[in-house]
């Protein structure tokens, strides 16, 4: 069955960077987009972006260009999305959700708890 | 960039009740690239319905999707208790975007 594991929850002080896992099991990795959308506390959802993990090639929404990189392992089966010059905003649950095209995303991560905090 | 807006904000009904929520799009959507997710607290979201109108693996048949263009809805047609939840639309084209969600509580 198709699962994504994401990585443990993170503290960081403002300025930080931050870089969260997301490995995936029970499909072909390479097969298929990888979604990041993140989650303020009390707030809604948030697209952040997507990798393609075939090639690496990405696509971030433009609040967060400059400011997030996605990559891709393929040995591991594993994306990451690192982002930088933490700010208090920035505290959120971060999900990976693979893309399933015209099925939308069917599969996420269980979430990332990032605090960002001096 | 495609801004949802969806409609009410909160929906306060009882169990066995029919749940009727919008999502508004300010541009067409693309081939009906339209989802809808519900989210407990604490949990991740879970994909109900993608395609505007198609059901996502597992999900019972009292969830259905329909609209096309700008106008979407999502109808639940008796509540159970385990579907007080938020619910969020999402246009998933080239730069997706989601809806700021609605709350259906039990009243």
């Known amino acids: 069955q198709v699962q994504l594991v994401q990585s443990g929850a993170e503290v960081k002080k403002p300025g930080a960077s931050v870089k969260v896992s997301c490995k995936a099991s029970?499909?072909?990795?390479?097969?298929?987009?990888m979604h990041w959308v993140r989650q303020a506390p009390g707030q809604g959802l948030e697209w952040m972006g997507i990798?393609?993990?075939?090639?690496?090639?990405?696509s971030y929404a433009q609040k967060f260009q400059g400011r997030v990189t996605m990559t891709r392992d393929t040995s591991t089966s594993t994306v990451y999305m690192e982002l930088s010059s933490l700010r208090s905003e920035d505290t959120a649950v971060y999900y990976c959700?693979?893309?399933?095209?015209?099925?939308?995303?069917?599969?996420w991560g269980q979430g990332t708890l990032v605090t960002v905090s001096s | 960039e495609i801004v949802l807006t969806q409609s009410p904000g909160t929906l306060s009904l009882s169990p066995g009740e029919r749940a009727t929520l919008s999502c508004r799009a300010s541009?067409?959507?693309?081939?009906?690239?339209l989802a809808w997710y519900q989210q407990k607290p604490g949990q991740a979201p879970r994909l109900l319905i993608y395609?505007?109108?198609s059901r996502a693996t597992g999900i019972p048949d009292r969830f259905s999707g329909s609209g096309s263009g700008t106008d979407f809805t999502l109808t639940i047609s008796r509540l159970e208790p385990e579907d007080f939840a938020v619910y969020y639309c999402?246009?998933?084209?080239?730069?997706?975007?989601f809806g700021q969600g609605t709350k259906v509580e039990i009243k």
């Open positions: 541009q067409s959507v693309s081939s009906s690239y």
């Open positions: 999402q246009q998933y084209g080239s730069s997706p975007t």
């Open positions: 395609g505007a109108s």
């Open positions: 959700a693979r893309d399933d095209g015209v099925a939308a995303a069917g599969h």
């Open positions: 990798i393609n993990p075939s090639g690496g090639s990405t």
């Open positions: 029970g499909y072909t990795f390479t097969s298929y987009y």
